[in-house]
T-cell receptor, first 114, second 118 residues
Framework: NSKVIQTPRYLVKGQGQKAKMRCIPE?????VFWYQQNKNNEFKFLIN????????QIDMTEKRFSAECPSNSPCSLEIQSSEAGDSALYLC????????????FGPGTRLLVL | GDSVTQTEGQVTVSESKSLIINCTYS????????LFWYVRYPGEGLQLLLK?????QKGSSRGFEATYNKETTSFHLQKASVQESDSAVYYC???????????????FGTGTLLSVKP
């Protein structure tokens, strides 16, 4: 079973509010991913890191989302100004990288924007 | 771009009967992506069921099997005899892995809810 930890499990925010969620990857996994799963079960890749460096991110993430993976602290994903369309399950995953691309997922943070 | 298609949103099967969940993929960024099945049991997180990284090979786990078919670009999930405990949502996914690289995102299908009737 995966040992990726995500907090909080549930988050309720008003439109325009900041929403922040955290992820602790599996021990020894340098690569961290964030995905958004919407109510239609569609997954959207948001951003990934290797150690503290961003590897890839999509446009949406550049503009309204901010994310970081500081050394010796949990990774975080923050939506600067929440919109109703951001309501979704946010999944964090980690992997060993180095060509081993199996990703291990946390339970997710379910965000509801009212 | 790359994509994964699962045509059935929900499948209901009686216990001890056989199962097939269809998955087809389209990979434009790489000829032979890595292919995965993930599963989410009720109340639990997404977990890897099986993966296959070589075209023509078969992966298996917990009685489930899937064969990487590059001719039909398919990766169907099969099980000969399902149990009630197999009830879950199954997701097919691909990873356009660059050999030696890291951090390749997964591209998922929209999932198939399997309900096994006792």
């Amino acid at each position: 079973n995966s040992k990726v930890i995500q907090t909080p499990r549930y988050l309720v925010k008003g439109q325009g509010q900041k929403a922040k969620m955290r992820c602790i990857p599996e021990k020894g996994h340098p690569v961290v991913f964030w995905y958004q799963q919407n109510k239609n079960n569609e997954f959207k890749f948001l951003i990934n890191f290797q150690n503290q460096e961003v590897l890839q991110q999509i446009d949406m993430t550049e503009k309204r989302f901010s994310a970081e993976c500081p050394s010796n602290s949990p990774c975080s994903l923050e939506i600067q100004s929440s919109e109703a369309g951001d309501s979704a399950l946010y999944l964090c995953a980690s992997s060993l990288g180095r060509g081993q691309d199996t990703q291990y997922f946390g339970p997710g943070t379910r965000l509801l924007v009212l | 771009g790359d994509s994964v298609t699962q045509t059935e949103g929900q499948v209901t099967v009686s216990e001890s009967k056989s199962l097939i969940i269809n998955c087809t993929y389209s990979a434009t960024s790489i000829a032979y992506p890595n292919l995965f099945w993930y599963v989410r049991y009720p109340g639990e997180g997404l977990q890897l069921l099986l993966k296959v990284i070589t075209a023509g090979q078969k992966g298996s786990s917990r009685g489930f099997e899937a064969t990487y078919n590059k001719e039909t670009t398919s990766f169907h999930l099969q099980k000969a005899s399902v149990q009630e405990s197999d009830s879950a949502v199954y997701y097919c996914a691909l990873s356009p892995l660059n050999y030696g690289g890291s951090g390749n995102k997964l591209i998922f299908g929209t999932g198939t809810l399997l309900s096994v009737k006792p």
